[in-house]
Structures are given as C-alpha cells and as structure tokens.
C-alpha cells in the first residue's frame, strides 16, 4: 500500500558528505514521522534521526552536528544531509513513514520501511 524507494547512498571518504532521499507513494492519506535508521552488521538497527509532519526533529547523539533530517511534505519525501562523515556511519540506512492510507476516523498507523541503501565510509 505504501511503498518507499531509497536513493543516495554510496562509498565516501572519512569527511565526506552524501545525501540521502526517500520517496514514499501509494495510497497515501497522511504521514506523521518519517526518519532514517541504521544497520551495521552484527548489530541491531538504531534511530538516526526522524522528524515529525509539523518538522519536529530528533537525533541519536552521535549524529548531532553533523546530520540534518528534512522533509519535503507536498512530495512525501524526506531528506538525510550527512556531513563529517565518519568510518563508524558505515550502515545500511533504512527510511521510515509512519501512515495512514485511510481518511476514516480511527484507522490505524502503520510503519513502512524502505529497502535499505548502502552508506560506506572508508579510505
């Protein structure tokens, strides 16, 4: 029903910068939160940042001062600008939209994940 497709990432120098893009479609009548989340293997996939529809913003600690989240809310997409980019940023960096695709009051909100897009950050 939602479907989220990546783009962006890509290998990169410690220092370096990318831009991540995500872009929801579907049946679509709202979302709230969108975010970015990580996975690096062997571990489990963290919070990178999210934002709310009204552009609330929160970050993990590690991110701060170097990634800035931002949505674009008439096309549905949200945007990752990393900057500073460290070896240890080096995941697989999932979007997420938490919508809704029914107008009728009460209808549930549900989380929808994109495929994931390779960031590496190495000499």
């Keep these: 029903q939602v479907q989220l497709v990546e783009s962006g990432g890509g290998l990169v120098q410690p220092g370096g910068s990318l831009r991540l893009s995500c872009a929801a479609s579907g049946t ?26 009204g552009g609330t913003t929160n970050y993990t600690d590690s991110v701060k001062g170097r990634f800035t989240i931002s949505r674009d809310n008439a096309k549905n997409t949200v945007y990752l600008q990393m900057n500073i980019l460290k ?25 929808y994940w994109g495929q994931g897009t390779q960031v590496t950050v190495s000499e």
């Design 28 to 53: 679509i009548f709202s979302i709230n939160t969108m975010g970015w989340y990580r996975q690096a293997p062997g571990n489990q996939r963290d919070m990178v940042a999210e934002i709310t529809s």
């Design 87 to 111: 070896p240890e940023d080096t995941a697989v960096y999932y979007c997420l939209a938490m919508a809704t695709t029914s107008p009728y009051i009460g209808a549930p909100t549900r989380r």
